[in-house]
């Protein structure tokens, strides 16, 4: 289809509104270029600017946000609902549709990631609580077409490659990740036509995103990615639509919101979806910056407009990441394998979970209160002591005090009570008026087991040489006074009225005669400390690692020590009955775990680095068939790939070029051409190192996958330079035959991007029974670990 040429006099505007008025707007899906008057344009050549004209353009003509006035797309009297439908989108849609719905159900196992998120599907559909360091919409989504089917979630996804038996629904569960991918090759389609790009090159472009092996392996498998992509690609999509539209109409409003909605969906379903959001802030400041010089517009008029978005954005943005939250927390009210990570007070709010701890226990802490603290944000563990102790010297030649070991340990253990004593008492057995400990108190902590008590001196911690070493106190007769005595600080005292509560209350204990703090220091001990983690005494208080919690609690009421020791042995720690804790406690404490608690892997065979990725160096294998050599592998197209890393090479070498061209009052491109090719170049330009770069300075170990979201924009920036080759052609080289050899190339090229995904689709698709020959035929890549296991 041909663009329409806008009208060069005022009397066909003028019809042209008049049109538009009347309902009468041109043919669906056809986009027009903006051009410039002949006045404009000659003064441009002599280097002037020219004051741009604040005439509305017609309602079918949109030019992408290059200046500082509003382009009005549409003028609204009344609220219409009106559905284009463009035939190159529909077909890109069919096209990526077939490709990646094709055989959706093989493999009939476990590919790679499914064994993760497979199973948090199955555990949403029991209710069950589990913890993941991602946002849970995704998995929330494949959760619900598994249970729209009838799924019951019993599958156990045990490891990649197991055979899904009958039960499993494996369409149900691979539907959205496929269907997500089927629509970002329209997003990318309309993308590139908001960026006024011919359609020719748009088609191009939907074309490689149907055509990347990459993106269509991810997008056949309970993977995140595919939403991940469509969410961001659409926010980005209906940004520019926002940008373009009349401020505060209907479509401005709506496409306000839906900018904000999609962005946001995008970071529920993985946190990295940031970026995009990242990007669409850079869109919009950019915008804001360009209208400041129009003086037709008041000081009042744009703050008013840039609270309002901001309103806007934050407004939806919080709606829907909260509701999303909302949902999974409702979902997850059983306890499961990973509600240890949380706090006793949050486990104590699921059904059979630790909750149940309270039924029976005392509420208030007091003297001779047995109690087991529970290091409360970070890592689950609990202090702990044991008969061994330090060693006399460490290994880089330090000595230590040689006291008995205090810990931080990761599992339940008799070792890990403790009794509360106040220190002008010698019993430890609770008085008959209760003595409650408060907020400020100062106490003594005495191990059940070895009844030694907790113990800071300043001699360097094994592992953290700045901090105090905490030990239980031997007295060995030697120069060496015991400093036993602990401030008790409650961290939410105004929620117990300064009473110390066994489950609810946050506590720091400061030692009294360093003002050091008790603290998990996150360092692993040597063999000569079982393996258990670190507690020193920190004079850094306010940290989260110096917080703790009660969670198991009774009073002592034996004077014999074997007989507390007994009881110790033989306490029931099975939680049975959940107690309440509000939805906004529940999300405040889980977006803590999730920030502080991400798991690092510690490596992986087919782990990559970000320097590796534009030339895809390395893939990942996700499934091999036992009986033959078949195989899914996680590679790009490479005509793609490389052609995409020489764009980004093409385009900052002509914006160097124009730049020094015109700083030398040489003009190659007209103010509307040097405004839509910077525009256009700088967002997606922007939009691939934002999404690329902090993945050079993130320590852990990474895949190939994390580049799927650079990919895109680069992808994007890839059809700009083509479009922008193609008006260099046409405006600087006179000879049609340069035209033609140009459109021979790009013609050329295509038909090798269709080769190399055709030829490459067996490693996506996995159908296709290959032998070894034909494996080491397709590794064009030393690096390429594909598997050869059989003849």
């Known amino acids: 289809m041909e663009p329409i040429t806008e009208p060069t006099s005022d009397e066909a505007v003028l019809r042209n509104r008049k049109s538009h008025k009347k309902g009468k707007t041109a ?34 003509i949109k030019a992408p946000i290059v200046g500082g006035k509003e382009k009005e797309v549409e ?14 989108s529909v077909l890109l849609f069919l096209a990526s549709f077939v490709t990646r719905f094709y055989r959706l159900t093989h493999p009939n196992g476990v590919v790679f990631d499914e064994i993760h998120y497979g199973r948090f599907a199955s555990l949403y559909l029991r209710n069950t609580f ?44 691979r539907f959205f990740p496929a269907l997500c991918g089927s629509l970002l090759a329209p997003v990318v389609y309309s993308i590139l036509r908001q960026m006024k790009l011919s359609q020719q090159i748009c088609i191009i472009g939907g074309l490689l995103i149907v055509c990347d092996n990459a993106l269509l392996t991810h997008s056949r498998f309970i993977l995140m990615e595919p939403m991940l992509l469509l969410f961001s690609g659409a926010g980005i999509l209906f940004i520019l639509k926002f940008l373009n539209s009349r401020p505060f109409s209907t479509r401005w409003w ?22 995009s959001f990242f990007l669409a802030c850079y869109i ?57 990570v949380m706090t006793s007070a949050f486990q104590a709010s699921l059904e059979g979970g630790l909750a149940s701890i309270t039924k029976g226990q005392p509420l208030r802490i007091q003297h001779g209160s047995q109690i087991t603290l529970k290091h409360t944000h ?12 330090y060693p006399i010297k460490y290994k880089d030649g330090r000595g230590s005090s040689h006291q008995q070991q205090v810990t931080c340990y990761g599992f339940k253990d008799v070792n890990n009570w403790w009794i509360v004593k106040r220190p002008n008492k010698e019993s430890i057995v609770v008085d008959d008026e209760p003595d409650y400990i408060e907020h400020g108190d100062v106490i003594q902590l005495v191990h059940g ?91 850094r208080q306010f940290t989260m690692d110096t917080i703790w919690n009660v969670e198991e609690h009774r009073y002592t009421q034996d004077k014999d020590k074997k007989d507390v020791l007994e009881k110790l042995l033989k306490t029931e720690m099975i939680p049975i009955e959940p107690t309440q804790l509000s939805f906004w406690d529940k999300f405040y404490e889980l977006q803590m775990k999730m920030l502080v608690h991400a798991e690092k892997l510690e490596g992986h065979m087919y782990s990559s680095e970000p320097f590796e990725w534009p030339l895809m160096d390395k893939g990942i294998a996700y499934w091999v068939d036992s009986a033959s050599n078949a195989q899914i592998h996680l590679l790009g197209n490479l005509v793609i790939w490389y052609s ?120 996506s698709y996995g159908t296709t029974e290959l032998s070894a020959d034909d494996v080491l035929n397709l590794r064009l890549k030393d690096t390429w670990d594909l598997i050869v296991h059989k003849p």
């Open 284 to 340: 919009i400041g950019r915008h804001i910056w360009m209208q400041l010089p129009d003086r037709t517009q008041s000081n009042f008029y744009l703050a008013v407009k840039v609270i309002v978005k901001i309103g806007l954005f934050v407004a939806v943005s919080m709606g829907v990441y909260v509701g999303c939250f909302y949902v999974h927390l409702n979902t997850l009210h059983k306890a499961g394998p990973h509600d240890s």
């Open 27 to 60: 043919s669906l899906g056809k986009e027009s270029e903006t051009l410039c008057d002949a006045e404009e344009e000659k003064s441009l050549e002599n280097g002037k600017r020219l004051e741009r004209s604040g005439d509305d353009e017609p309602a079918n």
């Open 449 to 539: 087991v070895t009844s030694r008590a907790l113990n800071s001196h300043d001699v360097a911690s094994p592992m953290t040489p700045l901090s105090q070493e905490v030990s239980c106190y031997i007295d060995y007769n030697i120069s060496m006074p015991a400093n036993l005595l602990w401030k008790v600080e409650i961290i939410n005292a105004k929620e117990s009225n300064n009473k110390w509560n066994a489950i609810m209350s946050q506590v720091r204990l400061v030692h009294v005669n360093t003002t050091a703090a008790l603290k998990y220091t996150g360092e692993q001990l040597p063999d000569w400390g079982f393996n258990q983690f670190e507690v020193a005494a920190d004079r």
């Open 254 to 275: 709506c496409f306000g919101a839906l900018a904000a909605a999609s962005l946001t969906a995008g970071v529920c379903v993985k946190y990295v979806g940031i970026y």
């Open 75 to 88: 003028e609204e009297s009344r609220f219409v609902i009106r559905v284009q439908l463009d035939g190159a």
């Open 644 to 763: 995409a890393t020489l764009a980004i090479v093409a385009y900052v070498g002509f914006l160097v070029f124009y730049l020094i061209r015109r700083r030398r009052q040489f003009f190659d491109l007209n103010e509307d051409e040097w405004q839509k090719f910077r525009f256009g170049g700088e967002i997606f330009l922007a939009g691939y190192f934002i999404h690329y770069l902090p993945y050079l300075f993130v320590e852990r170990t990474l895949f190939l996958y994390n580049y799927l979201p650079a990919l895109l924009y680069k992808i994007l920036l890839l059809c700009f330079v083509l479009e922008h080759i193609q008006l260099a052609i046409r405006k600087f080289v006179k000879l049609r035959l340069v035209s033609i050899i140009f459109s021979a190339i790009l013609t050329t090229w295509m038909v090798g991007v269709f080769y190399y995904f055709s030829k490459y689709s067996v490693l």
């Open 130 to 173: 589990y913890f993941d360091q991602h946002p849970p919409l995704g998995k929330l989504m494949v959760a619900g077409a598994a249970s729209a089917v009838g799924y019951n979630g019993k599958f156990e996804f045990p490891k990649i490659g197991s055979e899904y038996d009958a039960s499993v629904p494996i369409f149900a569960f």
């Open 378 to 389: 970070g890592r689950v563990c609990w202090l702990h002591s044991h008969a061994h102790v």
